[in-house]
């Protein structure tokens, strides 16, 4: 699910994509962009911006704007594999971007020939979805905007299940990679701050982050450290490297903490879901792994679980009093209420400190695997907050922050 093939693309002419009837929805036609290809534009639908090889399941995002406004990618099949293509927001909270999908097969000739798959909207969304049962080869994925106007970001994820499918080089290879250095370059990781933490700011750090940080420096010769404060002070400069990472395709997030001891690199990789050790730094290396490339069966938020043809939806109600949960659904909902205030301890509390006091208590059967999951979701200052189970216990497959679907551990290989 995470390989692809690393090489310098050569694409061959596109040939022109005939006029689209209007679509049966009511929604007004997608406008003919072929005839808008000259005055000097950066891109057309025969020169698309390339962005490379894409791999399964590791979303990538792009813009369209006046001067590219048709983006391509390209995977390959080794054989027979169900390929689904989905664009979505690139940042939570956007403007929807109206984008159509196109996919293409490499003909004989080297050429890439008229689509063989459209779509404009799916569902209720102006983003586009293609599944689809393809055999051997080579295809292009290509984005446009509805119409000429069409500005916006956009995310695309490429899923791929079956024979046909690249697997891995080492389904077992750390996440991180075999050495620190090698995360700023990791497709598979995207760094969303760094930051460096001296004496003087460690109390900028939350308390976990300080004993981490703790934990880190131990990871040395420093092992003797025994507060945050000791830490920082032993090591070169007084310094520490600190990088909040996520990997979108798992919906998971991860913290490091580097340092030089000696002039070599030591330090730690930490969860973000649990706070636990993922892996440690020496002398540069990654040692002790325990995390590698997964996919979370999941969707992106909320909103889109409740839509998700993946899932069916078994049980739903709203729960305004705390006599309406009992034993683990209680416990459940507590979790789920810590979310938005760790202070809460009983059922009452948290109704009494969430929007409207009332939660959503739903539960979905994933299709594919079978297994049911738990959600509790509610209202936090006008923002989706919550939790997400697996049924029945308080082993967390999620949780819900602002909307946003993230600390997953519901993978596609569970």
């Avoid at 639908?45 to 894409?54: L, S």
């Avoid at 940042?91 to 293409?104: A, E, I, K, N, S």
């Avoid at 507060?227 to 395709?249: C, F, G, K, S």
């Avoid at 009992?326 to 938005?340: E, K, L, M, P, R």
Wanted: charged share 20%.
């Amino acid at each position: 699910m995470m390989s692809r093939l690393v090489r310098t693309l050569s694409f061959t002419s596109l040939l022109a994509v005939s006029a689209v009837a209007c679509m049966d929805d009511g929604k007004a036609p997608e406008e003919e962009l072929d005839g808008l290809e000259e005055g000097g534009k950066a891109d057309t639908i025969r020169k698309p911006t390339e962005h490379g090889y894409i791999f399964f399941d590791l979303p990538d995002t792009s813009a369209l704007t006046a001067d590219a406004r048709f983006h391509a990618w390209q995977f390959d099949l080794s054989g027979d594999a169900r390929v689904d293509l989905t664009t979505s927001y690139a940042v939570l909270g956007q403007r929807r971007t109206d984008t159509v999908l196109y996919l293409y097969k490499k003909t004989a000739a080297g050429t890439w020939g008229s689509y063989i798959a459209r779509n404009d909207d799916f569902g209720s969304s102006t983003y586009s979805q293609l599944k689809k049962d393809l055999g051997a080869g080579s295809y292009r994925v290509l984005v446009k905007g509805a119409l000429a106007a069409t500005t916006g970001k956009f995310k695309i994820t490429t899923h791929c299940t079956g024979d046909g499918c690249a697997p891995p080089t080492d389904p077992n290879a750390c996440l991180f990679g075999d050495a620190y250095y090698e995360i700023i370059d990791n497709p598979a990781i995207t760094i969303i701050n760094s930051t460096k933490i001296y004496p003087a700011t460690l109390n900028t750090l939350t308390a976990e982050q300080q004993h981490q940080l703790l934990l880190a420096v131990k990871q040395s010769a420093h092992d003797d450290v025994t507060t945050p404060a000791e830490a920082i002070a032993a090591v070169d400069q007084e310094e520490v490297n600190v990088r909040w990472m996520v990997e979108p395709a798992a919906q998971r997030a991860f913290i490091s903490f580097e340092y030089g001891s000696g002039d070599n690199s030591y330090g730690a990789i930490f969860s973000r879901t649990d706070g636990s050790m993922v892996t440690n730094i020496h002398d540069g290396d990654l040692e002790n792994c325990t995390v590698k490339r997964e996919v979370c069966t999941l969707p992106d938020d909320w909103n889109a679980l409740k839509s998700s043809t993946d899932f069916v939806r078994t049980t739903s109600r709203v729960v305004t009093q705390a006599s309406q949960l009992t034993g683990v659904a209680a416990q459940q909902a507590v979790i789920a209420f810590q979310q938005a205030n760790p202070a809460v301890t009983t059922v009452a509390e948290g109704l009494a400190d969430v929007d409207d006091n009332e939660v959503n208590v739903v539960s979905f059967r994933h299709t594919a695997s079978g297994k049911v999951v738990d959600v509790y979701e509610f209202g936090a200052g006008d923002t989706s907050v919550g939790a997400i189970f697996y049924a029945g216990t308080t082993d967390r497959a999620a949780i819900i922050s602002d909307l946003a679907i993230d600390s997953c551990t519901f993978f596609n290989a569970n």
